[in-house]
């Protein structure tokens, strides 16, 4: 099943996240923080969070949920048709990993 992250626009207020690799949300803008995203510019956006602005916040660090492709369509992450899918996606690797050889610990 493929999916991608939702499309978000100018307007629309989100939740951040951060990473200690890459792409780190700039000074003073906290993980979790609620943004009003204002405007996005070559994969970056600027945004509103408590009377300031923020520049540079990469579109990864945006929470804007996912969509999920199901028989052609695109459903969102919380469509009770993905999370049955991803159910049973996540029931048969559980049992093709329990059957592989090397799953088999000694002792």
């Known amino acids: 099943m493929r999916c ?9 207020i989100f939740p951040v996240n951060n990473s200690n ?18 405007s996005f510019d070559h994969g970056y956006w600027t945004v509103e969070a408590q009377g300031q602005t923020f520049h540079n916040v990469f579109m990864t660090r945006i929470e ?8 052609g369509r695109w459903l969102d992450e919380n469509d009770p048709r993905v999370i049955a899918a991803k159910k049973r996606a ?8 329990e059957n592989h050889p090397l799953s088999k610990h000694p002792g």
């Open 4 to 12: 991608q992250q939702k499309r978000a626009k100018p307007g629309d």
């Open 21 to 38: 690799f890459h792409y780190e949300l700039p000074p003073g803008l906290a993980a979790g923080t609620l943004v009003k995203l204002i």
């Open 64 to 71: 804007s949920g996912w969509l999920y492709e199901l028989n």
């Open 90 to 97: 996540s029931s048969r690797l559980s049992a093709t990993l």
